[in-house]
């Protein structure tokens, strides 16, 4: 399948879970640290209910893999980044704080 691209940023091979696209859009406009964002496999979840959850989870090769929680899913997300993890994590709170 060919890579979209949204915003030079945002790879897109396949579906987003509701909510989380606005969500990865507001994160790279607000940080020039983030190189790229790949949605990754989405899974039903039961714990999934309410607001969008992004928990980051482990280092990657070229930065970090996070689960994004929303509307019954979980989505995995390959963000691409040279921030550590707690700069990664107050940037993603404040993307979510943002909507």
Known sequence: ????????KLKIEHSIIDGVRELLERLL????????VIPGVIRPV???????RV??????ANGWKAIALSAGARQELFISTALDR????????????ED
Request: aromatic content about 0%.
């Open 29 to 36: 406009a607000a940080n020039s640290g983030i190189r790229s």
């Open 55 to 60: 928990r980051v989870t482990v280092p990657t």
């Open 86 to 97: 707690g700069q990664l994590e107050r940037a993603i709170n404040q993307a979510l704080a």
């Open 46 to 52: 039961r714990d999934a209910r309410g607001r969008i």
């Open 1 to 8: 399948m060919r890579l979209r691209t949204a915003q030079g």
